[in-house]
């Protein structure tokens, strides 16, 4: 759980940076942060969604890109 949270935070503190970056080059970046963390490569995926449909989405948003129009979500497996 506090691993979840400082990743969490930050993503959060990274976020405004990748906003303008493409969605490939953030959920790479993401996904590192993630692995660094000590959560296995196959253990988690990261999905890029349209923002409109990410409250629908299972699993938590981690970052955005595209100029903030897609987000990424982060499931755990």
């Known amino acids: 759980m506090k691993k979840l949270i400082a990743l969490s935070a930050v993503l959060f503190a990274v ?38 449909e990410a409250a629908q989405a299972e699993g938590q948003v981690v970052g955005n890109c595209d100029n903030e129009t897609q987000n990424i979500i982060y499931l755990r497996k």
């Open 15 to 52: 976020a405004p940076v990748m906003a303008q970056a493409s969605c490939e080059s953030v959920t790479e970046e993401i996904s590192q942060k993630i692995i660094s963390n000590g959560v296995p490569a196959d253990g988690f995926t990261l999905t890029v969604v349209p923002a409109e």
